[in-house]
């Protein structure tokens, strides 16, 4: 291994190694977990000469605390599942504690072709055996090969042929241990044939002494002519750290809607967002808002692969960094030989707020089509003065005005959220965010 | 209720105002008129507090108060507004939400609770008629692919919804077509009382004959250099500003 065997976590992850290859974990996943192990082994721990890696350091948070790799199931009472309610939002709510299902607090869809559980019960299931990780782009990253080796449990979704949810799923991941934890979740959601569904993601913390490092991964699976809408929001806290690995694949005449909101609160954000193009005619919309304050660190490294012709990818991603926040935005398009008539664009817009707030973006587009329509953009700037001053000669002061033109500046975000209650609680936490 | 004296100021190292004084009494509504060039906007703009201009000399009051030592909102909230010679585009920013804020902002300075969603949406009726500024231009972003004539309305509506003390419209008639003009000038006229004051900023004639001013000053090259009654605005619509330019030629070189 290539990483610095001296973290007491990783002493602690060989540990965890060994378990798995004496005890034998009790899944039919074991060819693989060991594959995934063999990999991760390879590629070693991200440090900061790893080209992916090089504006965020995970090693130092890796670092800070002799976690502990976290199996063990926990429940928790329903005040703290109440903590993630947003207001008049009609939707059905699947709760997760350490990545674990929590039927007791859950209210989960029911109806035929709808399966909804816990991953590790349904390693029989169509979907699993079909797609769970085989998205390739999974074992690029060494996190997530790790999660893949050691993952303890997550949520299966699969909507059969023609099911439709009516309202949005709300997963509620509680994040909780008893001392310093690292948690790796492992999902896996597959839409069937026009099938289609709104999942809207958040996250509780609650506890306040502990630090919990979750290094999670959710592969999607966008069958022809389905279509989801999925949500994520990272509201986390200073004992949170996060590294979240959403590796999704569309087949043809599908459409995938993705939403990352990053708002303050968890000091270190590694976003891992890949796109597999799988079949033609696809819609693809990557929508991203991370708002960042103290000295957060929030970094979203996104890949569109455009493998097969005639697919439109959209991507745009806002930040805005206050205070000495700061961000990274890697946006990576693959345009394969044969995807003729892709359009793909990008666009990464933002706001530095801070006096020492800061922005590292990076385009990376890589085409091997000729007949193409492809765009990047960046920018990064203040308030204009101009607007500034209009609101405030109609008595509006500084923080407030501020807090309009951040609303201002998220609205082709925030306008893209088609639930009303979401679109209205985002609208708010922005809000409270400014005016703090 | 306003007094500027001897009023000094600059914009990137370049003089604009060069000396103005005036004084605004209770009720009062004094037009301001100039060539282009020579300093109206940048009045305007210094009394309502933009931060690139800077003052070199002198003092403005407004009802006993520095205004120079204020923000720009809290010159809006003792009651100073202008309505804009170029109203900004605020894309995100919903006309609504934003007048919202605004009135909250203005009454939480007063001491007074936050308006009622009902009573807002009651005030923007009114106000609304009163300009007849269109319904649907309310949800949409702020100016934001507004034509010049609806920004212009815009600003003339927000003046009626926030009711301030001393109202300094810039040019409000360029981009009206002929029956705004009637309809934006009655609005205003509506608003006039015995205890609000307007500094009218035009280029026309035209429009003292619908807001009929009290007084009418000439601005040249940062100075006032004439002063008259709502006559010597007709005598400048047939002269033009040669005439008093010469006359400023002789008495500065005697
Ligand atoms: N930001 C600036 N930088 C440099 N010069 C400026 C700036 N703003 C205004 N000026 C100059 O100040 C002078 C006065 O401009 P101002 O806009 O006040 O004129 P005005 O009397 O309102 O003209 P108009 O009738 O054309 O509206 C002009 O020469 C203008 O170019
Ligand atoms: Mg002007």
């Known amino acids: 291994m290539t990483s610095d065997i001296t973290l007491p976590f990783y002493q602690a992850l060989t540990t965890d190694v060994n378990a798995l290859s004496t005890c034998q974990a009790q899944d039919d996943l074991q060819g693989i977990r060991r594959e995934a192990l063999e990999r ?19 090693q130092r948070y890796l670092k800070e605390f002799p976690y502990e790799l976290l199996y063990a199931t ?54 699993f ?23 303890a449990d997550g949520l299966f979704i699969e909507l059969a042929t023609n099911t439709v949810i009516d309202k949005p799923v709300h997963i509620v991941h509680v994040y909780t241990a008893a001392q310093h934890a690292f948690i790796q979740p492992r999902h896996l959601w597959v839409l069937n ?48 750290r996060e590294v979240h690995t959403t590796a999704a ?7 995938y809607h993705h939403f990352n909101f990053t708002l303050p609160g968890t000091p270190f954000t590694r976003n891992n967002l890949s796109v597999a193009l799988n079949g033609s005619y696809t819609e693809t919309n990557l929508n991203g808002l991370y708002i960042a304050n103290g000295s957060q660190h929030v970094d979203n490294h996104t890949f569109m692969d455009h493998i097969m012709p005639n697919c439109n990818s959209n991507e745009l991603y806002k930040g805005v960094l206050l205070d000495s926040a700061d961000g990274v935005f890697t946006g990576r398009i693959l345009v394969h030989q044969e995807a003729q008539k ?95 | 209720m306003l007094t500027i004296k001897n009023l000094h100021a600059e914009v990137e190292g370049k003089q604009i105002l060069k000396g103005i004084n005036l004084e605004i009494g209770k009720g009062e509504t004094h037009a301001i008129m100039g060539p282009n060039g020579s300093g109206k906007s940048s009045l305007a703009s210094v ?46 920013v919903s006309n609504l939400n934003f007048l919202k804020t605004a009135l909250n902002e203005i009454r939480t300075y007063k001491g007074l609770p936050a308006i009622e969603g009902r009573d807002f949406l009651k005030l923007t009726k009114e106000k609304q008629q009163l300009v007849d500024f269109n319904a649907n231009l309310m949800n949409r972003s702020l100016n934001e692919g507004f034509s010049g004539g609806e920004k212009k309305r815009n600003e003339i509506f927000q003046l009626a919804m926030l009711d301030p003390q001393l109202a300094i419209l810039d040019e409000t008639d360029s981009g009206l077509d002929i029956d705004a003009l009637r309809i934006v000038s009655n609005g205003v006229n509506k608003l006039r009382d015995a205890e609000k004051s307007f500094v009218v900023i035009t280029h026309y004639q035209r429009l003292l004959e619908y807001i009929v001013p009290d007084f009418v000053h000439v601005l040249y090259n940062g100075r006032i250099i004439k002063t008259g009654t709502k006559e010597l605005a007709l005598e400048l619509e047939e002269r033009g500003y040669d005439w008093l330019k010469e006359e400023l030629h002789l008495k500065e070189s005697v």
Not at chain 1, 43 to 55: D, F, I, N, Q, V
Not at chain 1, 249 to 255: D, I, K
Not at chain 2, 76 to 89: D, K, M, S
Request: hydrophobic content about 40%; glycine content about 6%.
């Open chain 1, 249 to 255: 694949q569309q087949q043809a005449n599908s459409r």
């Open chain 1, 40 to 58: 991760f082994s390879v590629l070693g721990l991200p440090t900061l000469k790893t080209e992916a890696w090089r504006y965020s350091n995970i």
């Open chain 2, 47 to 92: 009394l309502a507090g933009r931060e690139n201009y800077t003052v070199t000399e002198g003092e403005v009051w407004f009802n006993g108060k520095n205004l120079l030592d204020l923000s720009p909102e809290d010159r809006a909230r003792e009651g100073v507004f202008l309505a804009f010679q170029y109203p900004v585009e605020i894309p995100g």
């Open chain 1, 342 to 436: 892709t359009n793909a664009f990008q666009q990464n817009n933002n706001l530095l707020l801070g006096a020492k707030a800061d922005i590292n973006s990076q385009p990376q587009l890589e085409i091997y089509a000729d007949d193409v329509k492809c765009s990047h953009g960046f920018t990064a700037g203040q308030f204009s003065e101009e607007s500034m001053f209009y609101l405030r000669s109609r008595g509006i002061g500084e923080d407030a005005a501020k807090a309009l033109m951040v609303n201002a500046f998220s609205h082709d975000i925030t306008d893209e959220v088609k639930v009303p209650a979401l679109q209205h609680y985002l609208q708010e936490q922005i809000a409270a965010i400014m005016n703090n």
């Open chain 1, 74 to 127: 926990t429940t928790v009472p329903a005040s703290v599942v109440a903590q993630a309610a947003i207001p008049e939002l009609d939707c059905y709510r699947i709760v997760l504690v350490n990545g674990q299902l929590q039927a007791d607090h859950s209210e989960l869809p029911t109806g035929k072709g709808i399966t909804i559980g816990a991953l590790s019960a349904h390693t029989q299931a169509p979907g």
């Open chain 1, 129 to 151: 055996t079909k797609w769970f990780n085989k998205q390739h782009h999974l074992a690029q990253e060494s996190l997530a090969t790790l999660n893949t080796a050691l993952f």
């Open chain 1, 193 to 240: 044939r026009n099938a289609a569904a709104t999942i809207i993601e958040s996250s509780v913390h609650p506890d306040a002494n502990v630090v919990t490092f979750a290094n999670s991964v959710l592969e999607t699976v966008v069958e022809d002519n389905a279509e989801l809408w999925h949500y994520n929001i990272q509201q986390g806290d200073q004992h949170f």
